[in-house]
């Protein structure tokens, strides 16, 4: 298992700010990947954080509105840039530790944005 | 990935089992049958997970059809902290290792 640490668990933003989300793992892991989940909805997948190079973005996602950063095997950011308040959700880090097709993920607490 | 399809909630008696189905028709041979569930305000937790055969653990049991087309999670003794939202996802050979979350059975355990 992994221990999934993510700073802010919650914060206020006015709009058009931006807001640096911060997951830390207690080990190293293979895969990291970040996820939005929009009031009463389910988890959607922004992108894979890939240790030393550029992220992998879903579609509908793009690199300037949620640039993220990933300098080692325990550590990324997820940046949500020029906040509005459609931008107000949970934000999760994901992490994998064994196999793409068998190992399981792992969660964080997630980071309650509300943008006003 | 295949799609997987859930009914939107149920409820169980407090003590008794819990059997969330999840019908995942168009699987392919090399995809995994996953469940996760998410309780209010927390992160999602991994349950259990399955190729074939059934599989149990502390936690619940996974009971997936001969023709792997739908799958079971079952919960032995439902407690009131198993109230969640329970996701069955299906992920395989060629993923990038994410999870797809559809919109999962919101189990509401009572007394």
């Known amino acids: 298992s992994a221990v999934i640490s993510q700073k802010p668990s919650r914060d206020i933003c006015q709009r058009g700010t931006s807001l640096t989300i911060q997951c830390q793992v207690d080990?190293?892991?293979?895969?990291m990947f970040w996820y939005r989940q929009q009031p009463g909805q389910s988890l959607t997948l922004i992108a894979t954080?890939?240790?030393?190079?550029?992220?992998?973005?879903e579609s509908g996602f793009v690199i300037d509105k949620f640039p993220i950063s990933r300098p080692n095997l325990t550590f990324s950011t997820l940046t949500v840039s020029n906040m509005s308040p459609e931008d107000s959700s949970i934000y999760l880090c994901?992490?994998?530790?064994?196999?793409?097709?068998?190992?399981?993920?792992?969660f964080g607490e997630g980071s309650r944005l509300t943008v006003l | 990935d295949a799609k997987t399809t859930q009914p939107p909630s149920m409820d169980c008696a407090e003590g008794r089992a819990a059997n969330l189905p999840c019908n995942h028709s168009?699987?392919?041979?090399?995809?995994?049958v996953y469940w996760y569930r998410q309780i209010h305000s927390q992160g999602p937790q991994y349950i259990i997970h399955g190729l074939k055969n059934n599989e149990t653990n502390e936690m619940a049991s996974l009971i997936i059809t001969e023709d792997r087309k739908s799958s079971t999670l079952i919960l032995p003794h439902a407690t009131l902290r198993d109230t969640a939202v329970y996701y069955c996802?299906?992920?395989?050979?060629?993923?990038?290792?994410?999870?797809?979350f559809g919109k999962g059975t919101k189990l509401s355990v009572k007394p």
């Open positions: 954080a890939n240790q030393g190079s550029e992220a992998t973005y």
């Open positions: 168009t699987i392919s041979g090399n995809e995994y």
């Open positions: 996802i299906v992920r395989g050979g060629g993923s990038q290792g994410n999870l797809i």
């Open positions: 080990s190293q892991v293979t895969m």
């Open positions: 994901s992490v994998g530790t064994g196999s793409t097709n068998t190992g399981e993920l792992f």
